[in-house]
Every structure is written in structure tokens, then in C-alpha cells.
């Protein structure tokens, strides 16, 4: 049963560049949430989707952020253009109905 | 408002010993309640969690939590830890799709 696959899992490039961040959730799953991993904020949800719509975005931090879903087994988070500060650990989950989430291994993404 | 408490940053245990992380939430209705771990460079696994029913829940890898409603506490506990419990532990709390999660308990296993 494979579990949410994210890529890469390691990202480093200069600030200015575009990146992103990949996931794709457990099948049957009509949930997919996005979250950032800081030091300094623990972990914080982005966005999040329900059968591939996005339903609350009000924690993406600003618009250089922004995240697609364009099918069930799909999802990116884009950052355009990159700064140091966006440098986190970024977590992919996915889950169904009422049922915990279920995370991937996440991309450490740092921005020179 | 909503929020999650780990009061503990980090814990240092000797294997073998007991283990009790803390947890302490506010929330507005009886919220949904998990336990998480983090092993270095990997993502969260679900320990266990509550919805309702019975308050002490068991999860995985021999842990347990009970839910306290009178003090907003959902303790997590082990009666003996391994080596291999060593890792970032996060509680949470939320219904639907907000979760909330606390900062996180590092766990430092000594021989």
C-alpha cells in the first residue's frame, strides 16, 4: 500500500528561482493538505484541497505561493520567486473522510 | 481560541524506563485528538487517536493516550521505551480539516 510520495526530497536553489514541490496522495484519498515545517513555526497547514478544488488557502503566506491540483492523484506546490525565508521542510498529506491524515516524507527545501 | 500545548521541548529518558509526553489543548467542541511521530528526515506517523468512546486509546509501537476532558490533556505514554522511540513527537487536535499541532516533544533515548 504505497503511502504519499513526494519529490524531491531534497531541493536546494538560489534565491530568484522558481521551485516546486510535487505529491502525489494515497489512491481513494479526496483530501490533500500541504503544510511547511519551520523551526521557529512548527508545522503550519497551507492549503488544502477536497476532490481536487482547493477550500482554504488563507495559510499560504503570500502570492509568490500557489498550489494546483489538477487531478485525484496530482498536487504542486509552486513558489515563483523563491526567497531564504521559504526555506522548510515541506509536508504533503492526504486523507479520507473522517479519517486521520496521512503524510509524506516531505521536501527539505532550502533557498541560498 | 484554538491551540496546542507540548510544554515539553525536549525529554531525555534511559531505554527501559516509562515515558509520558504532555499535551494540553483549547478548543471550542470536543475536538478530534492524535498523537504523531517524526523520525529524522521522514513525515509524521499517526501513533493513535481519539474521536470518542473509550478515553485511554492504544496505537502502534506499544503507546497509549488518555483523553482527560477536565483538564484538556491528552497524555501520551509508553511503559517501557526502545531505542528506536527516539524521535519528534507531535499532538494535535481539530475536527474536519483543520488540524492544529503543537510544537512538537524531541525524545532522547539513552542506553
Known amino acids: 500500500d504505497a503511502g504519499v510520495i513526494q519529490s524531491p526530497r531534497h531541493e536546494v536553489t538560489e534565491m530568484g528561482q522558481e521551485v516546486t514541490l510535487r505529491c502525489k496522495p494515497i489512491s481513494g484519498h479526496d483530501y490533500l493538505f500541504w503544510y511547511r515545517q519551520t523551526m521557529m513555526r512548527g508545522l503550519e497547514l497551507l492549503i488544502y484541497f477536497n476532490n481536487n478544488v482547493p477550500i482554504d488557502d488563507s495559510g499560504m503566506p503570500e502570492d509568490r505561493f500557489s498550489a494546483k491540483m489538477p487531478n485525484a492523484s496530482f498536487s504542486t506546490l509552486k513558489i515563483q520567486p523563491s526567497e531564504p525565508r521559504d526555506s522548510a521542510v515541506y509536508f504533503c498529506?492526504?486523507?479520507?473522510?473522517?479519517?486521520?491524515?496521512?503524510f509524506g516524507d516531505g521536501t527539505r527545501l532550502s533557498i541560498l | 481560541a484554538q491551540s496546542v500545548t507540548q510544554p515539553d521541548i525536549h525529554i531525555t529518558v534511559s531505554e527501559g524506563a516509562s515515558l509520558e509526553l504532555r499535551c494540553n489543548y483549547s478548543y471550542g467542541a470536543t475536538p478530534y485528538l492524535f498523537w504523531y511521530v517524526q523520525s529524522p528526515g521522514q513525515g509524521l506517523q499517526l501513533l493513535l487517536k481519539y474521536f470518542s468512546g473509550d478515553t485511554l486509546v492504544q496505537g502502534i509501537k506499544g503507546f497509549e493516550a488518555e483523553f482527560k476532558r477536565s483538564q484538556s490533556s491528552f497524555n501520551l505514554r509508553k511503559p517501557s521505551v526502545h531505542w528506536s522511540d527516539a524521535a519528534e513527537y507531535f499532538c494535535a487536535v481539530g475536527t474536519g480539516n483543520q488540524f492544529y499541532f503543537g510544537t512538537g516533544t524531541s525524545l532522547t533515548v539513552i542506553p
Open positions: 498529506a492526504s486523507r479520507i473522510s473522517n479519517q486521520p491524515q496521512h
